[in-house]
């Protein structure tokens, strides 16, 4: 069953120009359009489908600090910042709520990770971040089945609605003056004197002179129609959710092999602590070297799949006229099916553990397509390649949690403004200049 993201209006009238187009709807595009005008700046988003209709309405709703690559945890602090103030800025509702979140370790290996990771990159960022005891672990998640040796928690963490969240941006954003439009694919880019000039979308021509591309598991089809190279794969993920159930769990965590998050209506969103499946694509073959060094770093949580995807993706145009209907007009919303079996073991495993979930009823289950890079580290950048184009892509399934301090770094590098946090950790240009960049989590 699809989840059904908060509906969105679309706007009716196509604009003869805008000062920056953002092409794509989910939270990245919707937080960069929402920051965008709030400064004042002419902004038009332009989805191809409906807002948050792929990953952003089919995460987790994780919103967390803990456990990141430590280079994205400037941006976390940012976006925390935001998430906590969302609600009032847009006046609508998000769903965040600041419950914490831990990881609880039944043996002593899974701990030390934890305070490895904890010493390494939670002292050095003064995040609030700290080890527990056994028994705090089980006071702040009680009913377990287990002993804990303890856990890895951070108060300061918190979750949001993804089916809610970006829709209710983009209304925020609509109310300060950016466009929405919606069922309006952009096929590619117009270039004069060698920048940008225009989008060319399947309903008309809009002049512009900056673009962000926010485009999330299209974007490596879109550059390459622009002849500019992106290393993308794509991974699915299976999410479900439970109905309402009464049990003493406030705070997301993670055990055994499940992740849970408390929602607002009562019930839960749990997926595999650690399993997703890797479709083998043609770009699988093209791109092997380049995530060579992250399988290496962990491959253990990728189970490998050929199907019907390849074909699929097979038959999409890399090329395409701007007078052609586009991949992006064929594929509206990227909706592969749920991995059952992947599902189930994190549901047993869920019930060994929390006799509370043992009447759980499955409500809904999904699957949503999480585009990842070689470092599972996004690209927020300028490309030289083709100057007035903006890359905002590539978020590796931490685009949730990060995107409202993804729309604060990418209106600052739009407008020149000092950047919130350092771009340079997120250049495109490190997949080509020998920085060989591979995954840095520390757990």
């Not at 419950?99 to 030390?112: F, N």
């Not at 892509?393 to 739009?414: E, I, N, R, Y």
């Not at 495109?428 to 960049?437: A, E, K, Q």
Request: net charge neutral.
């Amino acid at each position: 069953m699809p989840v059904t993201p908060d509906h969105v209006y679309s706007d009716t009238e196509i604009p003869k120009q805008t000062a920056v187009a953002i092409i794509g709807g989910g939270i990245i595009g919707v937080a960069t359009a929402l920051e965008l005008a709030e400064r004042g700046i002419d902004v038009t988003l332009l989805e191809k489908g409906v807002i948050a209709g792929e990953q952003s309405s089919r995460n987790w709703g994780w919103c967390r600090q803990m456990g990141r690559d430590p280079r994205e945890i400037p941006l976390i602090l940012v976006a925390l910042e935001a998430w906590r103030g969302m609600n009032a800025r847009i006046g609508g509702e998000t769903g965040f709520r600041q419950s914490g979140i831990i990881y609880l370790c039944e043996t002593d290996a899974e701990l030390a990770a934890r305070e490895s990771w904890q010493e390494r990159n939670a002292k050095p960022f003064g995040l609030d971040t700290r080890i527990v005891s056994g028994e705090e672990a089980e006071s702040l998640q009680p009913g377990a089945t287990r002993r804990w040796k303890g856990g890895l928690f951070t108060s300061a963490d918190g979750r949001a609605e993804p089916f809610m969240a970006a829709p209710a941006m983009a209304q925020g954003a609509r109310r300060k003056g950016a466009r929405i439009l919606t069922q309006c694919a952009v096929r590619g880019l117009e270039t004069s004197a060698g920048k940008v000039s225009a989008v060319v979308t399947e309903k008309g021509r809009i002049a512009c002179d900056t673009v962000v591309l926010a485009g999330g598991a299209w974007s490596r089809r879109f550059l390459g129609n622009l002849d500019i190279p992106f290393p993308q794969l794509s991974v699915v993920n299976s999410v479900m959710r439970t109905a309402p159930i009464e049990t003493p769990l406030e705070r997301s965590c993670s055990a055994g092999k499940f992740s849970l998050r408390k929602r607002l209506d009562g019930g839960y969103t749990i997926a595999h602590r650690h399993l997703s499946v890797a479709d083998i694509l043609p770009d699988s073959f093209l791109l092997f070297r380049e995530f060579l060094p992250a399988l290496k770093v962990d491959w253990s949580g990728l189970r490998l799949r050929f199907g019907k995807r390849f074909f699929d993706e097979a038959r999409l145009k890399r090329r395409w006229a701007l007078d052609e209907t586009s991949p992006f007009e064929e594929v509206r919303i990227l909706d592969p099916e749920p991995v059952t079996a992947i599902l189930d073991e994190a549901a047993a495993s869920l019930k060994e553990y929390f006799p509370a979930f043992r009447d759980l009823e499955i409500a809904q289950r999904w699957g949503g397509v999480i585009d990842a890079t070689p470092d599972a580290v996004p690209v927020m950048s300028p490309l030289a390649q083709l100057p007035g184009l903006y890359l905002a892509t590539g978020f590796s399934g931490h685009g949730f949690g990060l995107g409202p301090g993804a729309g604060k770094l990418m209106a600052d590098l739009v407008t020149g403004a000092t950047p919130c946090v350092d771009p340079e950790p997120f250049r495109y240009t490190r997949y080509f200049d020998g920085t060989n960049p591979r995954p840095t989590t520390g757990l």
